[in-house]
């Protein structure tokens, strides 16, 4: 069974830093992208940032500048780099694994994190 765990969030003033880390576990051979969401109160769920398995990434436009993604492909790690934080970050935020592929060989899509709360407020 793949596990997705975050951690990293917490309250910072505006201007600030965060780092979120998320690690996947189970009987996994590959992944194809991994990625971060975000989701605040009362809206839809929106991708923050996505980096693929070659490295490619992808940002929000709203992060792109602030943000930094990066990820470990030996460890299945996935990070967030939050610098010049904003009011408007706030949310909680989801680590995603859009594809795998297990010791079997079976693909297996769509997993998420039990999301980590990121509050940016002074």
């Known amino acids: 069974q793949v596990q997705l765990v975050e951690s990293g969030g917490g309250l910072v003033q505006p201007g600030g830093s965060l780092r979120l880390s998320c690690a996947a576990s189970?009987?996994?051979?590959?992944?194809?992208?991994m990625g971060w969401y975000r989701q605040a109160p009362g809206k839809l769920r929106e991708l923050v940032a996505q980096i693929t398995s070659s490295g490619s990434t992808d940002y929000a436009d709203s992060v792109k500048g602030r943000f930094t993604i990066s990820r470990d492909n030996a460890k299945n790690t996935v990070d967030l780099q939050m610098n010049s934080l904003k009011p408007e970050d706030t949310a909680v935020y989801y680590c995603?694994?859009?594809?795998?592929?297990?010791?079997?060989?079976?693909?297996?899509?769509?997993?998420w994190g039990q999301g980590t709360q990121v509050t940016v407020s002074s």
């Open positions: 995603n694994i859009d594809r795998l592929r297990d010791y079997s060989g079976k693909y297996s899509y769509n997993y």
């Open positions: 189970g009987k996994i051979v590959s992944i194809n992208a």
